[in-house]
């Protein structure tokens, strides 16, 4: 039978509106019921800091009792008390994710501050600017070791304590250039693509423990410590927020942590293997290079 007549080409054309001017606004504040992770204790690795700080007082708004973990004293002890300003329980805990020693102590410490661990933010990172000719081993390194090596360290003594109590969950701070490339961050990209291999690999393992494996990964992150080492140039920030399509702006540390909250909270309790984009659809352009 033939098949039914087209409307003519004239009706088909429909007027695209042209979008709104873009005003560049403040990120909310992420939004969950302030009971949502109650009895849940949480432990944040480079907690002291940019994307940690919001996630650990994300986690805490949404009840958890939330320990911080990093190198550095003044800034994790400055964290928590902002955790425990928001009534709930706080330690401030030293670690270096890249000794297996320091990260066995930590948790030790963890379980006899706040009790053992329900939930556990990879989020401890490092990062420069280098192109690769002129990388050094020990420059290389330096990132590997904290981003691929401390996200196993920290994951596998968590997972040996969940599997103990009947599971828990994990969620790693991976980025978008572990599937892109990273010009000028070669040993990043390549970190954090061994984590989102990891992330899906513990969830397998580790998923008939009841322990789920989750990660995000944020585009380019605007922050006080991101904008003075990697986008150094305001041109290259403008550029980069301009190709975003939502909003026409960089990622916050605000918008990482809601999606951390999501996946620690039982909304997730199905999820696991899972990556969580948050970059506002820049990946899906052309990223600008430094000059």
């Excluded at 933010?121 to 290389?140: D, H, S």
């Excluded at 969950?169 to 250039?177: C, D, Q, S």
Aim: aromatic share 4%; with cysteine; proline share 7%.
């Amino acid at each position: 039978m033939p098949g039914r007549a087209l409307p003519s080409e004239a009706h088909n054309i429909v007027p695209i509106p042209a979008p709104p001017a873009r005003a560049v606004r403040r990120a909310p504040v992420p939004t969950f019921r302030s009971d949502a992770l109650s009895g849940r204790v949480c432990l944040v690795t480079g907690g002291g800091s940019g994307i940690g700080r919001e996630i650990a007082l994300a986690l805490a708004g949404a009840g958890a009792d939330v320990a911080v973990a990093g190198r550095r004293e003044a800034p994790r002890e400055a964290v928590a008390a902002e955790v425990r300003g928001l009534g709930v329980r706080s330690a401030a805990l030293e670690l270096d994710v890249r000794d297996p020693a320091s990260v066995s102590r930590c948790f030790d410490a963890l379980d006899a501050a706040l009790g053992p661990v329900d939930v556990l933010v990879n989020n401890a990172g490092a990062n420069f600017v280098c192109p690769a000719l002129a990388m050094t081993p020990n420059g290389w390194r330096a990132v590997v070791s904290t981003v691929l090596d401390g996200t196993f360290h920290c994951s596998r003594e968590a997972a040996r304590r969940m599997v103990d109590k009947g599971g828990g969950r994990i969620v790693n701070n991976a980025a978008t250039n572990a599937h892109d490339g990273s010009p000028l961050m070669a040993h990043s990209g390549a970190a954090k693509a061994g984590v989102l291999s990891l992330t899906e690999t513990l969830a397998v393992e580790w998923g008939p423990f009841g322990i789920t494996v989750n990660a995000i990964a944020p585009g380019p992150v605007s922050t006080e410590g991101a904008d003075s080492r990697l986008w150094p140039q305001e041109d290259v920030r403008r550029r980069v927020a301009e190709k975003t399509p939502l909003g026409g702006r960089m990622a916050t540390a605000r918008d990482c942590a809601g999606a951390v909250v999501f996946l620690a909270s039982e909304a997730a309790a199905f999820i696991t293997g899972a990556t969580l984009v948050i970059d506002g659809g820049n990946r899906l352009r052309t990223m600008p290079q430094p000059e």
